[in-house]
C-alpha cells in the first residue's frame, strides 16, 4: 500500500472568475440558448407559457414583423409548419435575439 500525504494548498481564484456547483453549472447550460433549437412549445414557454395562437397572432403572423420573420423563414432560421406532423421549429439564438429587440413592443 502508498503512502498517503495530506496539505493545504491556497489557490488565488481571479476576480473576474466565479466558483459555482455542477448542478448550477449544469442549470445555467440547459438555459443556453446557442445551437439549440425550439420547438413551438419551448418558444411558448420563453415567452411566460403564452398559447400557440398567442404566438402567431402577435408575431409570427402579424402584419408589423412580417419582413424579420420572413428573413428568418429565408435563413432557414424559422421553419414554418405546413400542417400536422410538420412543427415549427426556431433557432432559439436568433429568436431569443429577436424577442429581446422587440419586448416593449409585445402585447404581454
Same mark, same amino acid.
Given at each position: 500500500?502508498?503512502?498517503?500525504?495530506? !496539505?493545504? *494548498?491556497?489557490?488565488? *481564484?481571479?476576480?473576474?472568475?466565479?466558483? *459555482?456547483?455542477?448542478?448550477? @453549472?449544469?442549470? $445555467?447550460?440547459?438555459?443556453?440558448?446557442?445551437?439549440?433549437?425550439?420547438?413551438?412549445? /419551448? $418558444?411558448? /414557454?420563453? @415567452?411566460?407559457?403564452?398559447?400557440?395562437?398567442?404566438?402567431?397572432?402577435?408575431? $409570427?403572423?402579424?402584419?408589423?414583423?412580417?419582413?424579420?420573420?420572413? !428573413?428568418?423563414?429565408?435563413?432557414?432560421?424559422?421553419?414554418?409548419?405546413?400542417?400536422?406532423?410538420?412543427?415549427?421549429?426556431?433557432?432559439?439564438?436568433?429568436?431569443?435575439?429577436? @424577442? /429581446?429587440?422587440?419586448?416593449?413592443? $409585445?402585447?404581454?
Amino acid at each position: 500500500m502508498g503512502q498517503t500525504i495530506e !496539505a493545504k *494548498v491556497a489557490i488565488q *481564484v481571479p476576480d473576474s472568475f466565479e466558483i *459555482v456547483s455542477s448542478d448550477e @453549472l449544469s442549470d $445555467l447550460r440547459s438555459q443556453s440558448v446557442v445551437g439549440r433549437t425550439w420547438t413551438m412549445n /419551448d $418558444l411558448r /414557454d420563453w @415567452l411566460g407559457h403564452k398559447q400557440a395562437v398567442w404566438v402567431k397572432d402577435n408575431i $409570427l403572423y402579424n402584419p408589423r414583423y412580417s419582413k424579420d420573420i420572413q !428573413a428568418m423563414i429565408n435563413h432557414n432560421e424559422i421553419r414554418e409548419s405546413k400542417g400536422n406532423g410538420s412543427p415549427w421549429l426556431f433557432k432559439a439564438s436568433t429568436m431569443a435575439a429577436w @424577442l /429581446d429587440k422587440h419586448w416593449e413592443e $409585445l402585447p404581454w
